[in-house]
């Protein structure tokens, strides 16, 4: 009896659909240093680019989406998901200062359903182009017998470019310097395991519709990221010096990531009564019989990235940052301490 890769399982016709699906929307993504290659095995970029930099240092990251694509696969939205892996990854590279250049993606699914791989990378390309990097190549990978037919993850990896005396981090920070926070689109990617688990021990689904939220409880759930690392290279820009560090706000909570950008001489002192908690959270908490505590460690609370900032400049940078379109505010300041981060 004779077999076959598709018998097995594996429709390489409908991934080479699923590419020629993607290429107009993964062309908008990109840069004048990306260089073709004909063959496609490999994305290449113009690294004479770094000849106007003194001692440039490349940065790299890595991430995914977690389970939030599994409501994505609930919901059948496809589409949305790729900005949440742009801004896990290209958001982490702009916290030290540097420039995201390009970025590729991974795709495992049970079944290719070119459509739904278009829009997952399309939403990856154009996520790519809001960070002002370019996507320059991915893989698609079938699984079936691993992964079920409407199954999925994606994963994906970025690098960026920063001079090195340019560096942001900890060994810029200061006692007495403002700590400015930038507000969340919503949950964004992190906490979706005790998102699910809420939504499987109480009254809450998907198609719930809070007052609160004016909408579907998965539309709002299903909300991407917001990816921040243009404003946060125009913050750099445009205070001359004034950004000490950033922390992105992702697994762990606002103060425990904050915490990773203080010196060991240094605390953050944040003020709850500085912004009011977005009502989804509220939502989760209640529903789920979540303590404050564990709402702290797991979700953003509203705050997706911080700036750390001299105070003389934070005025100037909350301006910045308002105009280009993100709610931003004084969230806290910094004090001599032990590198720890709490609310007064």
């Known amino acids: 009896m004779s077999t076959s890769y598709e018998a097995a399982g594996v ?37 004479s680019a770094f000849l106007k930099y003194r001692r440039p240092l490349l940065a790299t990251s890595t991430d995914g989406v977690g389970t939030k694509v599994d409501l994505a696969r609930r919901l059948g939205i496809y589409d949305t998901i790729g900005h949440d892996l742009v801004g896990m990854v290209l958001d982490d590279l702009a916290v030290c200062g540097a420039e995201p250049l390009f970025m590729t993606d991974y795709i495992a699914c049970g079944k290719v359903v070119p459509e739904r791989i278009a829009d997952i990378v399309g939403g990856i390309a154009e996520g790519c182009a809001l960070a002002g990097a370019a996507l320059v190549g991915g893989e698609t990978a079938e699984h079936p017998g691993l992964l079920g037919e409407d199954e999925f993850d994606v994963a994906g990896a970025g690098t960026g470019v920063v001079e090195a005396g340019e560096l942001l981090g900890p060994d810029r920070v200061r006692p007495g310097d403002a700590v400015i926070a930038m507000a969340s689109s919503g949950i964004h990617s992190n906490g979706y395991s005790l998102v699910r688990h809420i939504l499987a021990h109480s009254d809450l689904t998907l198609d719930s519709r809070p007052d609160e939220l004016g909408r579907s409880l998965g539309e709002e759930l299903l909300t991407p990221t917001r990816i921040y690392a243009r404003d946060m290279l125009a913050l750099i820009d445009g205070t001359d010096g004034g950004v000490h560090a950033f922390a992105h706000i992702t697994g762990g909570g606002l103060a425990n990531n904050l915490a990773r950008s ?8 944040l003020r709850r009564d500085s912004w009011t908690v977005p009502p989804l959270f509220e939502i989760l908490r209640a529903h789920g019989d ?16 911080v700036a750390i900032v001299a105070a003389d400049a934070a005025d100037a940078a909350i301006r910045l940052l308002n105009d280009r379109g993100v709610p931003s ?10 590198g720890t981060c709490d609310y007064a």
């Open 11 to 47: 429709d390489i016709a409908a991934g080479e659909r699923a590419v020629e699906l993607m290429k107009a929307r993964v062309a908008r993504s990109r840069r004048p240093e990306v260089v073709d290659d004909a063959s496609g095995f490999a994305g290449l970029f113009d690294a």
């Open 329 to 338: 505010w004084l969230l806290g300041e910094t004090t001599p301490g032990t």
């Open 290 to 305: 979540v303590p404050q505590s564990e709402m702290d460690k797991t979700f953003n609370l509203g705050v997706g990235m």
């Open 262 to 269: 203080l010196p060991g001489t240094v605390d953050a002192v």
